[in-house]
């Protein structure tokens, strides 16, 4: 089981950015999946954005379309995502999942969690 740690998160105004990591250590299965994942107050954990392990395809909740983004560049080893224009209806605890998944944006399936990392947007 590997371990997963998140960083990056903070304060900042509507319209601003912030861009979180995620690092990942002591995985010995590849290709694995990986995504972050919100908790908002009162609301279910979502599916923000995913890798996939095999081709470094990416895929991005509606409500993110356009303001994060996923780097090009980005490692198996290091999942960072981009979060521009921020808004307070993105204000929550953002975490980090990996693992092998038939659905890459289901939480349910996924066992292995960072601990997670604050974002608060203010208006």
């Known amino acids: 089981q590997g371990r997963l740690q998140e960083s990056g998160g903070g304060s900042v105004q509507a319209g601003g950015s912030l861009r979180l990591s995620c690092a990942a250590s002591?995985?010995?299965?590849?290709?694995?999946?990986m995504a972050w994942f919100r908790q908002i107050a009162g609301k279910e954990r979502e599916g923000v954005a995913a890798?996939?392990?095999?081709?470094?395809?990416?895929y991005y909740a509606a409500f993110v379309q356009g303001r994060f983004f996923i780097p090009q560049n980005n490692t198996m080893r290091t999942l960072n995502q981009q979060m521009n224009r921020l808004n307070p209806e993105d204000t929550g605890i953002y975490y980090c999942?990996?693992?092998?998944?038939?659905?890459?944006?289901?939480?349910?399936?996924?066992?292995?969690w960072g601990q997670g990392t604050q974002v608060t947007v203010s208006s």
């Open positions: 002591g995985y010995t299965d590849s290709p694995y999946h």
């Open positions: 890798i996939y392990g095999e081709d470094s395809s990416t």
């Open positions: 999942a990996a693992g092998r998944p038939n659905m890459v944006m289901e939480s349910r399936q996924y066992t292995n």
